[in-house]
């Protein structure tokens, strides 16, 4: 397994991806826009050279916002989320990042786990944010760390 800075070529790995695991999945150009952006911060896992993981967000240092985190459904609860957002948070800390914001589905309680376990504290609500199933949305932070 890697854990590397995404490249433009995975940008197909990550929209499938992000097919098999969001009901609102990014399209290819959106993906491809973050990691070619000065302020993209994504990373992807790679496993015999396929996509099993990745992490798109934004970083305006010293904030970075969290947009997408997924794991290939058969991969996980391995603990390859939780090794994904450490190298990632330790490697966007050497561009200024500080402090960490977030949103996710109240519903999804294994997501809901993986951030409280590394860190992230609620801070607010968004009521009816999502759609498709309909949902709130949690407002998480990970601050200082």
């Known amino acids: 397994m890697e854990i590397r800075r995404a490249r433009p070529d995975d940008s197909t790995g990550i929209e499938m991806l992000e097919r098999l695991c969001f009901s609102d999945p990014w399209s290819k150009k959106d993906i491809f826009s973050y990691i070619c952006s000065d302020t993209g911060m994504c990373f992807t896992v790679l496993e015999d050279g396929k996509v099993i993981g990745y992490l798109i967000g934004r970083l305006i240092a010293p904030e970075g916002e969290i947009y997408r985190i997924a794991v290939h459904p058969d991969k996980r609860c391995r603990g390859i989320g939780y090794r994904l957002m450490?190298?990632?948070?330790k490697t966007e800390r050497g561009?200024?990042?500080?402090?960490?914001?977030l949103e996710v589905r109240s519903k999804n309680a294994p997501?809901?786990?993986l951030y409280s376990s590394f860190g992230f504290e609620k801070i607010g609500e968004r009521k009816g944010y999502y759609k498709n199933p309909d949902d709130d949305a949690v407002l998480m932070m990970l601050g200082r760390f």
């Open 95 to 101: 561009r200024g990042l500080e402090t960490i914001y």
């Open 86 to 89: 450490s190298f990632a948070t």
């Open 111 to 113: 997501a809901i786990f």
